[in-house]
C-alpha cells in the first residue's frame, strides 16, 4: 500500500513519534463486524487482531481494554485483579469522549485522555498484530513488543472465549 494512501490519524502520529514500524491497512468498514470481520478481510487469524475495549469502574474512571479478537473480557476477573468493585464496558458517547474515537474505530494510541491500559498477557507472545489505527475501517499490524515499549500496558489474565 502506498504510504500516501491512509488517514494519518492521531493513532498515526503517536506511531510516528515513538518511531514504531507499522503497516496500515484500510478496508470497508462493517457496523458491527468487529474484529471477526477485520480478520477475514485482512485474511488473518482473529486472535492477532486486537480489539481495544474502553470500560469503567464503580466511580466511572475508564480504562483502555487491549484483548484479542476472538475472546471476551471477564469484567468480573478484571475487577477483581485491579483492585475495583465492578468494571464494564463505557456507553459509547462515553467511550468516544474518552478517547477522541468513534467506537469501531478506537486506538489505544493517541487518546484525547490518559488512561490506563490493560493488556491480556498473552497478547505479548504474538509477534505481529493488528490493531485500530484510529478510524474505523483502518487497522495497522506492528510488533507486539512495539506496542508494550510505547504503551507499558498492565498485563492481565482476563481472556474468556466467546
Known sequence: M????????PAVRELRRFKIDFTPFVYDY???GGAKHSAE???VDAYDVIKTIV???????PYVVLMHGDK???AKNLA???GVKTMKPCEPDTANKHTGYLVGGTSPFGTKKSMTI????TIADIDKIYINGGKRGFLVSMKSSELIRAL???LVNVAIDK
Open 2 to 9: 502506498a504510504k500516501d494512501k491512509f488517514p494519518v490519524t
Open 30 to 32: 462493517v457496523e458491527k
Open 41 to 43: 478481510v485482512l485474511g
Open 55 to 61: 470500560m469503567e469502574d464503580e466511580s466511572q474512571k
Open 72 to 74: 471476551e473480557i471477564s
Open 80 to 82: 477483581r485483579e485491579i
Open 118 to 121: 490493560f493488556m491480556e498477557r
Open 152 to 154: 507499558k500496558p498492565v
